[in-house]
């Protein structure tokens, strides 16, 4: 079977360039030394206390990080040979010396101590040192342009300020998806975005034949554990210069189905979800040796914790100078492939694989799609469920049902590697299979308990076919948001809005009726709080008399009780902004007021009821109108003001987070909103 010509079909492939992201409006650059780190971080710090921070650095300096380099050989230095023995146990040979461990650098230490930070800990992997100092020091520190943040260590770590950051939460609005909306909102994954689930400490395996990921904006924030080229033997999947011109094609497309995050155009499936990718198929031929490399990688990828493996590839036909397959070899046991996808499910991972794009016959489903545990993927041609004729077709050669489920697989949209920005749309089962992984990633956020076969079944049973499963598309498209809740109570990560001496705590929640009751405890058992309702939204205000608490949930619909998490506690800190998928209020605000005096007279951060929708105008802002963007940057209202008004009213808006920009002759004054 030649993979690529066949499980990508190139229908209705279209090109479209788009603009870069940039920030809300006006220029970033004209934001910049105004720290809008402030908005996450204010200046509640009393003047003249010492303390101790976190200061995240930007960088290592300017030198470049290679085999060789003065940085590389100064990180390589500090590997004993017995850590680099152990390194070898999990590393290929050219990653056993990251970035990450190159040392911090000293000119930043030594500016610090210059400006009047003791430093008390360099810390490499997350580039990051510890001083002691007092307020107003710390607050100068944030100015230093090789100074991500400062945070005082009594906070958690944030790492959204550091480079390679996550997307921004997904607290979207229907009109964000551009067109991918199609292909989600057929799986209604949009209201579990909604809630704050988007994969989170899932990890992804995606095998297929080599990733653009680094290039391209819609994937530059996606989180990639570890990749590897099992063609070549090397750490880079991305085409080099040996490579078939579109070898990183398919891979690319794949993966961005899953990871994208590019508001308008893509968002994917699972967009903070970890991924961890695979090289193994090779474009210009097809030889046994791929099925090889592809039972290594998924190997190596059990072996990391993989949790969902997504292989858009199938073999049944190879090149003349292979050994053929015999008749009857499609039954889930014979195929090298196909025996890995068995033992790797034996292991407790979700194997999602493509069908196949050799329809209409009977018996077409490739391998390793014919394996029993697989969750195999078919194609439908649009929301209408139309079947297309390519989409191959069950049963396995020793009679079972495949495929199990299907998703949209023709013009589903995609990044192509035409440009960093440029978008298309592709059609085969090879795209169907993100859909359905992405979707498993998101269900196992959510109930990381669920196990490979209660994945299956869950989804099987809220098919659009499930009452009359086919050979073409098995038990149908699944609704995701369904399935979900049929498992258990369904729950996103807590939010924390601090509000002055107080905070609050909101979670987001959902089931097959009404959630009834919402309860908050903490780890000592002081607090217990019944949390106030505006589904999907819990909130409660909790004192602020602390930084931080631990704390868990019960939550009651009119059948169940379930407790989050199932065991152990959240750590919220009580003074800092914590929104799902750490969504970072920087790359959305334009402006903070002049530093330091306003913040602490006026909170910049409002948590109002819906119902309830009107805010504050700030003190001293003679502001002419207020912009109000939801948490994707999107312009919502603008809202004209009469002069010397003290509060502004919302439109109506849903529950959500949301960012009020006053304008006010040269700047901008803005708050972060959460409606509940
Ligand atoms: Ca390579
Ligand atoms: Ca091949």
């Not at 009109?175 to 991918?180: K, P, Q």
């Not at 390793?368 to 049963?395: C, K, M, N, Q």
């Not at 079944?457 to 076919?465: F, T």
């Not at 609704?479 to 909101?506: E, T």
Request: proline content about 7%; overall charge neutral.
């Amino acid at each position: 079977m030649r993979l690529i010509r066949l499980l990508v079909i190139p229908i209705h492939f279209g090109i479209r360039a788009i603009g870069s992201v940039q920030a809300i409006c006006g220029s970033a650059a004209a934001v910049g030394a105004l720290s809008l780190g402030l908005l996450l971080y204010p200046l509640e710090i009393s003047a003249a206390d010492a303390g101790t921070y976190r200061v995240l650095l930007r960088d290592k300096g300017t030198e470049t990080f290679q085999p060789g380099s003065t940085l590389y050989r100064a990180a390589e230095a500090m590997l004993s040979p017995r850590a680099r023995a152990r390194r070898a146990k999990v590393s290929p040979p050219d990653s056993l010396i990251l970035y990450a461990d190159a040392p911090v650098y000293q000119p930043y230490v030594a500016d610090l101590e210059r400006s009047g930070a003791k430093v008390l800990l360099q810390l490499r992997w997350r580039n990051y040192v510890v001083v002691a100092c007092d307020s107003a020091t710390a607050v100068a520190l944030r100015a230093k342009p090789y100074v991500l943040d400062v945070q005082p260590t009594s906070a958690v770590l944030h790492p959204q300020t550091a480079q390679n950051d996550l997307p921004p939460v997904l607290r979207t609005q229907e009109n964000s998806y551009g067109t991918s909306l199609t292909q989600l909102r057929m799986l209604n994954i949009p209201p579990l975005h909604r809630l704050g689930l988007t994969g989170r400490d899932v990890l992804v395996g995606v095998i297929d034949t080599g990733f653009r990921w680094r290039t391209h904006q819609a994937l530059e924030s996606a989180r990639i554990l570890a990749e590897y080229d099992f063609i070549n033997s090397d750490s880079l999947t991305a085409n080099e210069a040996t490579d078939h011109p579109n070898q990183d094609s398919h891979g690319s497309a794949v993966l961005s189905v899953m990871a994208a995050w590019y508001p308008d155009s893509l968002i994917g499936v699972a967009p903070c979800a970890w991924y961890i990718l695979a090289k193994t198929e090779n474009i210009t031929s097809e030889r046994r040796i791929e099925e090889d490399a592809y039972a290594a990688a998924l190997e190596w990828m059990e072996a990391r914790g993989v949790d969902v493996v997504n292989t858009s590839l199938g073999y049944s036909v190879f090149d003349s100078t292979e050994t053929p397959y015999s008749n009857g070899a499609l039954d889930g046991k014979t195929t090298i492939v196909a025996s890995a996808v068995a033992e790797a499910s034996r292991r407790g991972v979700l194997c999602v694989v493509a069908a196949g794009n050799v329809g209409d016959a009977a018996g077409t489903v490739s391998s390793p799609g014919d394996v029993e545990s697989a969750l195999t993927v078919g194609a439908v041609a649009d929301t209408l469920l139309t079947i297309p004729r390519f989409t191959s077709r069950g049963p396995t050669a020793d009679g079972r049902l495949k495929p199990d489920l299907a998703a949209l697989g023709v013009n589903v949209r995609t990044t192509t590697n035409a440009g960093a920005t440029t978008f298309g749309y592709g059609s085969g089962t090879s795209l169907a299979t993100p859909l359905i992984s992405g979707s498993a990633a998101l269900l196992l956020e959510a109930f990381p308990e669920l196990t490979p076969t209660q994945i299956k079944h869950l989804l099987a049973s809220h098919g659009s076919h499930h009452t009359v499963p086919n050979t073409a598309i098995g038990y149908g498209v699944p609704d995701i948001l369904a399935a979900a809740v049929a498992w258990d109570i369904l729950c996103a990560p807590p939010m924390v809005i601090p509000r002055g001496d107080s905070a609050v705590v909101a979670l987001g929640a959902a089931s097959t009726t009404n959630v009834e009751f919402v309860e908050a405890f903490d780890q000592p058992g002081t607090i217990r709080s019944r949390m106030v309702s505006s589904p999907p939204w819990f909130w409660t205000k909790l004192p602020a008399d602390r930084d931080s608490v631990q704390i868990a949930f019960t939550l009651r619909d009119q059948q169940r009780s379930r407790r989050f998490p199932r065991t152990g506690y959240f750590r919220l800190s009580l003074r800092d902004t914590l929104l799902p998928c750490r969504w970072n209020a920087e790359e959305l605000i334009l402006a903070s007021t002049d530093a330091g005096r306003q913040q602490q007279e006026f909170p910049r951060r409002v948590a109002i009821p819906v119902d309830e929708a009107i805010i504050p105008i700030p003190p001293g802002v003679s502001a002419q109108r207020g912009l109000v963007y939801d948490a994707t940057g999107r312009l919502r209202a603008i809202i004209p003001l009469m002069p010397y008004t003290t509060s502004l009213r919302l439109p109506q808006l849903e529950a959500g987070t949301y960012i009020v920009a006053f304008e006010d002759g040269q700047r901008y004054v803005s708050l972060l909103v959460l409606l509940y």
